[in-house]
Each structure stands twice: as C-alpha cells, then as structure tokens.
C-alpha cells in the first residue's frame, strides 16, 4: 500500500480538477506515478505540494498542475512517441510514459540524468529513455515525434522543435525574452512550413541552456 496515495487524490482534487483540467487519462496517469519517489528526502513531505520543488544544480521538478497543463494540450495518443527535453528529475517524462507509447527524454546536467535513469528504473518505467546531451539540438536521429514537450524556458521557439514534429504534431514550449517568466506556447505543425501557435499563458521556468537556447551563466 502506497503511503501517499491519499494526497496524490487530494492533489488531483484540488489542484487540477478544481482548475478545470478533466482530460481522464491525464488524471488517471499523475494519480499512477509516485510523485514522492522523484524528490529527495528531505522534501518528502512536500511531495505533493501545488508548487516546483528544488532536486539539486539549481533546477526544479516542476509544480503538478504544469506537468499536467502541459500533458494535457499535447493531446496525446496510446500510440504517440513523445521527446520531452529536460528530464530534471525524470517526473514528466514517468506521467508522458504512462500516455503514449514512447518517450525519449534529454537532460543536459549527466547527475541528473544518471539520478532520473535511476528513479525511472525503479517505479518500472520501460519505456522511457534518458539521453545526456544538448536537448537544443533535439534528437534529429529519432525525428519525426508525435509531440514535443520542452521542461524548460527558451528565449524564442527554436526552429530545430518545428522541424523533428511530425505533420499533426504538437508541441507545447515555455519561452520569451525573460528569464524568470514566459508565456507556455503550444504550436501545431500543419504542414512542413505551416504552424498553429497558441499562447497559454503565464509560466516561469528555468532557462533552457544549450545552442539554440540561453547562453550558460
Ligand atoms: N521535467 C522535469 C523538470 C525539469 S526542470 C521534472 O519533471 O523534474 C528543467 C530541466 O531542463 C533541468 O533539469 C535542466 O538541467 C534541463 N535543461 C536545461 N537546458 C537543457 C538543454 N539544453 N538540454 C537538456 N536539458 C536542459
């Protein structure tokens, strides 16, 4: 028996349903992932907490409404292959894992993706694979995906995201000209030079460093 089970329900309760996200799978996929097993132990018992929580090297796991926002607009299929850039703590890509069929995530700190290939490991996630590497570039050897889902902040959407979507393909991205606050993007790849983009509102992330992103320091 899960020690926690009744707080992650109060956390879908209160914090996602009460603001209005009911996609059932979306739900049913955060109530699945032991939010508490991706935190470190003296932040246990706020595991559950409506907000980002500090895992080391100044990144963050981030708030569970976000994580479900996020996976929510990506409209995601059982059959979807999914790249999410910013593994951090390996959270989104465990609730992307329960969603679709594969997911190929891209963390560029080498501590932190070693520590997430060990939490993934341990709550069972096969089908996940975590790569250390500028997530800027993508992973143009496994392009096109399904969706794209960005954990991390850039000063504009880079071109590399558009170009590894497939036709239909989605991708939500949080960036702007700041570095503490963006706007969530999603855009929708409609034919290979059309896109649908729509802004979802406020957010703060950490930066996206790397190439195509923000300048380290
Ligand atoms: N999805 C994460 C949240 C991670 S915070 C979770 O659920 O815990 C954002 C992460 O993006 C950080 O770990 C940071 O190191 C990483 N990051 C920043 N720039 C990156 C880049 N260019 N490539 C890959 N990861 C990057």
């Known amino acids: ?17 009460r603001r209005g996200l009911a996609n059932p799978r979306v739900l049913d996929a955060i109530r699945a992932v032991p939010r508490h097993l991706f935190v470190k132990n003296s932040l246990l018992k706020h595991a559950y907490a409506d907000r980002p929580l500090t ?15 996020m996976c929510d607009r990506l409209k ?10 910013g593994t951090g703590s390996g959270y989104a890509a465990a609730v992307l894992a329960q969603l679709c069929e594969r997911v190929v995530t ?14 993934l490991a341990k709550v069972d996630c096969r089908n996940v694979t975590v790569h250390c590497s500028d997530g800027t570039l ?3 050897e496994e392009a096109p995906f399904d969706a ?15 170009q590894q979507l497939c036709v239909g393909g989605r991708l939500v991205i949080p960036a702007g000209r ?4 963006q706007s969530l993007y999603r855009v ?26 923000w300048q380290n320091g």
Do not use: C, N, W
């Open 1 to 17: 028996m899960d020690p926690f089970e009744s707080e992650r329900e109060a956390m879908v309760r209160e914090q996602l349903e």
């Open 55 to 69: 895992i080391g090297h100044y990144q963050t796991i981030s708030q569970p409404y976000v994580v479900a926002l």
């Open 76 to 85: 995601l299929e059982e059959t979807d292959r999914v790249l999410e850039i």
């Open 106 to 119: 891209v963390e560029r700190i080498p501590e932190l993706a070693k520590r997430a290939r060990e939490t």
């Open 138 to 140: 993508g992973r143009p």
């Open 148 to 162: 794209i889902l960005v954990s991390a902040a850039a000063p504009a959407v880079p071109e590399t995201y558009k």
């Open 178 to 181: 700041s570095r503490s606050s």
């Open 188 to 213: 929708r790849k409609k034919s290979d030079s059309e896109f649908a983009v729509e802004d979802l509102g406020g957010v703060a992330f950490v930066p996206l460093i790397g190439e195509k992103g």
